[in-house]
């Protein structure tokens, strides 16, 4: 506890200067008499003797006496029904509980003349005779000193004769810790109250409720800072203080310190481990952290502790909607809203979940029933029109944008959605001015700019469609599908070299769209640029293999003497067009240039099985037989290809050439 004490000498000097010599006025040889006569015989035996009343008796006479003090003997005080007389060498000690009456200041002056008490230290301004409250005198030192605390007053009953004082008694004021939290509850928010708190604080030793008091206080501040560092001296001493712990990671929370608050959170569930409302609140740090896989597993784990928190349901759903997972984050959601029907806010989140799952007639209910309750939401009508044009109920979605911007006429979002469902219905002209008013609104909108040049593309303007191009590209120079469409354009306007650098960025941003690949060989076929119109061919064909493009390949092969690419091109055919005769004829081709003259031979007749009455596929087949030497064979497919067609050159000077060489081959033998 704090005292309020005397100086150590428990003397003061009266500040008054000392008074000069006065004279002997008649006044005073007139008191001398007087009390002289008083004593009479006795007052002189007084005067002489060394006995206590001989003491007083001259300390009455010499009071009397000009320039001389009275002497003061002891203060008369009754204190919580007791009785004290104080000397000047005795300590006065005052606590909150008590109460006290100065009754009389005994001194040497006659009849008490001149004489006054005084307590303004204490804030006293009436002392005698009068019921005086220790905690009135507690509280209004507590307050002066806790406004200046470097201040060390020291408190005195002072007794006074006519101004000088004559005695000075110390007073010891007792302050407890609980005084000064008596005076922060009563105290106003703010200063006062913290200061009031910090006394008792540094009083209280291990004593954790002055910290907590202080850490609200703080709060109510404003202060988060000194209401975390007050938490944390209360956990220094009570390690396992779970509301300490709470209210702590709570502030965390606030103050978006999301790793603070999980380890704080973690702490509370080691210590609680049933606790659903610790593990859903690390899990919203953990979503603060953008680590929604741990605030997933949070989310379910206070579930499982407390199924039916429709606030926690509603958070998992939030995470699953961040994690990119619409349909599990609409389960959540719809569950949210059995337990807790009507729920705007769960129902809005439930559609636009749908909406994104794909899950069209169930948005659509839920939006019409929003719009139900609020009308007058273009939002809502606008998310109507989405899950419409989901459905692609185009006619539905066009009326949905135009409530929309009847409510809302500036929403250029809802006005180029309106104007992508215009070109859905074949409503080019709509959707031109639809474009048109969104670039009023916003004129650097690269994707109304793009769509207004796709529509001047179909039209053949490719000069106007690439001015709006340019500009799309410098409001998006990062965008591979408006680099593209501009490279497009470049490549219409037979600009190839400026078309394929296009091409070529739109592929470094990142584009996936297999139609750029395609574009660029196609704008380095035009270049004279083979070898890199096939590799982009091949790019092309490893995501969209069509006969058009393996085609080209195998041509490309074909030219580059690449005939095992050919092969695998021609295979690659095959496979999406089993029965073409054609196809196998030109993989028996390849396989006879890259010198595998069985496979030749057996495409070849693959070939015949779909198409018998080939020539050409005759002949190549009888040259095939002949490189390997299989002269009976080949003759017969000559002469196949000879009754197919009588005027083939080809059959003609083959069948005579292959008798002859027959007979001689024969002749050899015998």
Not at 551 to 562: F, G, I, P, T, W
Not at 591 to 599: A, K, Q, R, T, V
């Amino acid at each position: 506890m704090d005292y309020y004490k005397a100086d150590k000498t428990g003397k003061e000097r009266s500040e008054k200067p000392a008074a000069g010599k006065k004279r002997f006025s008649t006044y005073w040889i007139i008191v001398v008499l007087f009390l002289t006569l008083l004593a009479g015989g006795t007052g002189i035996f007084l005067f002489v003797s060394n006995r206590p009343e001989a003491t007083k008796g001259r300390d009455l006479i010499v009071s009397a006496l000009p320039g001389k003090k009275p002497v003061f003997y002891h203060l008369e005080i009754e204190k919580n029904g007791q009785e004290y007389f104080l000397k000047a060498s005795d300590i006065f000690s005052i606590t909150y509980r008590d109460e006290f009456v100065i009754r009389d200041a005994s001194t040497s002056s006659p009849f008490g003349w001149g004489i006054t008490i005084d307590m303004k230290d204490l804030g006293v301004p009436r002392a005698g005779r009068v019921l005086l409250r220790g905690v009135d005198i507690v509280d209004r030192i507590m307050k002066s000193e806790g406004r200046d605390r470097s201040s060390d007053k020291e408190y005195r009953i002072k007794v006074l004769h006519r101004g000088d004082i004559i005695a000075s008694i110390p007073v010891r004021v007792e302050v407890t810790p609980q005084d000064w939290l008596r005076l922060a509850r009563e105290a106003p928010e703010g200063k006062s109250r913290i200061e009031s708190l910090k006394r008792a604080g540094e009083m209280s030793g291990t004593d954790t409720q002055v910290n907590r008091m202080l850490a609200k206080a703080y709060l109510q501040e404003g202060n988060r800072k000194k209401a975390v560092d007050e938490y944390q001296k209360i956990l220094r001493k009570r390690p396992d203080d779970l509301k300490a712990l709470a209210e702590l990671a709570g502030i965390y929370l606030e103050e978006k310190k999301y790793s603070e608050a999980v380890h704080i959170y973690r702490k509370i569930i080691k210590l609680k481990p049933g606790d659903a409302a610790a593990h859903a609140n690390m899990a919203f740090a953990y979503q603060g952290l953008g680590n929604l896989e741990a605030a997933k597993t949070e989310y379910h784990e206070s579930l499982r502790k407390e199924p039916d928190n429709v606030a926690v349901r509603y958070r998992l759903g939030e995470v699953y909607e961040k994690k990119g997972q619409p349909a599990q984050a609409a389960e959540q959601f719809r569950i949210a809203l059995k337990k807790k029907p009507g729920d705007t806010a769960i129902q809005s989140a439930l559609a636009a979940a749908s909406l994104k799952a794909g899950k069209y007639d169930e948005a659509i209910s839920l939006y019409k029933e929003l719009i139900r309750r609020n009308p007058r939401s273009a939002s809502l009508h606008a998310n109507l029109g989405l899950a419409y044009g989901g459905k692609k109920r185009v006619k539905e979605e066009i009326a949905s944008y135009r409530k929309a911007l009847e409510l809302n006429p500036r929403d250029s979002t809802v006005m180029y959605n309106l104007a992508v469902a215009y070109e859905k219905k074949g409503m080019a002209k709509e959707a031109f001015r639809m474009y048109e008013s969104v670039l009023k609104l916003r004129p650097d909108d690269a994707d109304a700019l793009a769509k207004m040049a796709e529509y001047f593309i179909k039209e053949k303007k490719y000069g106007r469609a690439l001015q709006l191009y340019e500009k799309a590209v410098k409001r998006s120079p990062k965008d591979p599908v408006i680099m593209a469409q501009y490279a497009y354009a470049l490549g219409e306007m037979k600009k190839y070299r400026e078309a394929a650098s296009g091409y070529e960025k739109a592929l470094k941003l990142g584009s996936k769209d297999p139609q750029v690949h395609y574009n660029l060989a196609y704008t380095y076929d035009k270049l004279g640029e083979t070898a890199k119109a096939v590799r982009e061919y091949e790019n092309f064909a490893a995501v969209r293999p069509t006969m058009d493009v393996l085609s080209k390949l195998a041509d490309y092969y074909m030219k580059l003497n690449q005939y095992g690419g050919a092969v695998k091109a021609y295979e690659r055919m095959i496979k999406l067009q089993p029965k073409k005769a054609s196809l196998y004829a030109g993989l028996g081709y390849a396989h006879g240039l890259n010198g595998n003259i069985d496979s030749e031979i057996e495409c070849y007749k693959r070939a015949l099985r779909y198409d018998r009455n080939n020539e050409d596929v005759h002949l190549k087949l009888g040259a095939a037989y002949e490189k390997k030497k299989m002269w009976s064979e080949a003759l017969a497919e000559y002469n196949k290809a000879y009754r197919i067609n009588p005027d083939s050159r080809e059959a003609a000077r083959k069948i005579p050439q292959l008798r002859i060489l027959m007979i001689r081959e024969k002749h050899k033998e015998t």
